[in-house]
């Protein structure tokens, strides 16, 4: 869902906050890639949770958290830059999920490769559904009728890729 976001999000800041706001377009497609780890993370989450096991869970964010905090620490003090910021948020999602996929290995037999494969269909329709929403950008269409059809293309080719292929 959030690649949608990242494919046609110059185009929706450009016409809901005006030109003016697209410097931010590089953060929130920084964004997109930090939320679309999200459903990730937490299913593992709450594999552990519905296995009894807190504790692992609270050891998991223990050391996700000091990962994160460390990144923040190096981008802000170090590098100085609001970018370094978002990216670190970014890497610290990445890890996260990367750290979640261990004990779901040792505990459930659910390897990594399983769990990769598992997640590989949604997000390649997701990245086609975001090259085709892009790709609208080459037309000459005014701005607000091209979001109405990046809108449109990204939802249609979605849903019935999803429902042709049984997702």
């Not at 594999?47 to 996700?64: F, P, V």
């Not at 670190?88 to 999920?97: H, R, Y």
């Not at 975001?130 to 293309?153: E, F, K, N």
């Amino acid at each position: 869902r959030s690649v949608l976001a990242f494919g046609g999000i110059m185009v929706l800041v450009s016409v809901l906050l005006t030109d003016k706001w697209l410097p931010c377009v590089p953060f929130l497609r920084i964004a997109c890639v930090t939320y679309a780890m999200y459903p990730l993370e937490s299913t593992g989450l709450h594999a552990l949770n519905a296995l009894g096991r807190s504790d692992i869970y609270l050891k998991l964010e223990i050391i996700k958290k000091s990962f994160g905090v460390l990144l923040l620490l190096l981008s802000a003090l170090v590098l100085r830059s609001a970018m370094a910021i978002a990216l670190s948020i970014a890497a610290t999602s990445v890890f996260s999920v990367l750290v979640n996929m261990f004990p779901l290995k040792t505990l459930l037999g659910y390897r990594f490769r399983e769990q990769l494969f598992d997640a590989l269909p949604s997000l390649l329709l997701s990245l086609g559904m975001a090259a085709a929403v892009y790709a609208l950008r080459m037309t000459s269409l005014a701005r607000l009728p091209l979001l109405g059809c990046q809108i449109a293309a990204g939802a249609a080719l979605y849903a019935g890729a999803a429902f042709a292929l049984r997702f």
